[in-house]
């Protein structure tokens, strides 16, 4: 099964289909994913890092697949991941459901206090807090797509 635009990579993703996930969930409510040049002159920013827009291009399609390791650091830092992310799987599917948790509240208002409430989580709090979600988003859509269907 190839997985559509919008799904999360699977453990077996590739360090192309990571950071493309990341660029196409992580950015403010109310806009697009960033720029490739918004992700360098960041990325410069934050960790003092040079990092061509052209360097981000060629990872994020797959044209490259070595980067630096201060390449990684500064996209895990820009996109506000750890840098495990892109190197430990079972690490990497735990902050994958992160990110997606994290654009389903920016989708839906969710902000400051109560952002900030979820970050004070334990990881295994953020997990489940995340599963539920999922799992809510799952029943609903089921419930809308069968209107006879008890959930």
């Known amino acids: 099964m190839n997985p559509t635009k919008d799904e999360v990579?699977?453990?077996?993703?590739?360090?192309?289909?990571?950071?493309?996930?990341?660029?196409?969930?992580?950015?403010?409510?109310?806009?697009?994913p960033y720029s490739l040049h918004e992700v360098a002159e960041?990325?410069?920013?934050?960790?003092?890092e040079k990092v061509s827009h052209n360097t981000l291009w060629r990872l994020r399609t797959g044209k490259s697949d070595n980067p630096t390791k201060r390449v990684l650091e500064g996209?895990?830092?820009?996109?506000?991941?750890?840098p495990a992310y892109?190197?430990?799987e079972g690490e990497s599917t735990g902050i994958r459901n992160q990110i997606e948790l994290l654009s389903v509240l920016r989708e839906a208002g969710i902000h400051g206090v109560q952002l900030r409430t979820f970050f004070d989580l334990s990881p295994a709090g953020r997990e489940m807090v995340a599963e539920m979600i999922v799992r809510t988003a799952?029943?609903?859509?089921?419930y809308r797509g069968d209107p006879g269907s008890s959930g």
Not at 42 to 48: L, N, S
Not at 138 to 142: A, C, L, P
Request: no cysteine.
């Open 9 to 32: 990579p699977d453990d077996a993703a590739g360090l192309a289909d990571k950071i493309d996930h990341l660029f196409r969930t992580m950015h403010p409510a109310g806009r697009g």
């Open 42 to 48: 960041g990325i410069e920013r934050i960790t003092g």
């Open 75 to 82: 996209l895990a830092a820009f996109f506000g991941v750890s």
């Open 86 to 88: 892109f190197f430990e």
């Open 138 to 142: 799952e029943i609903e859509s089921s």
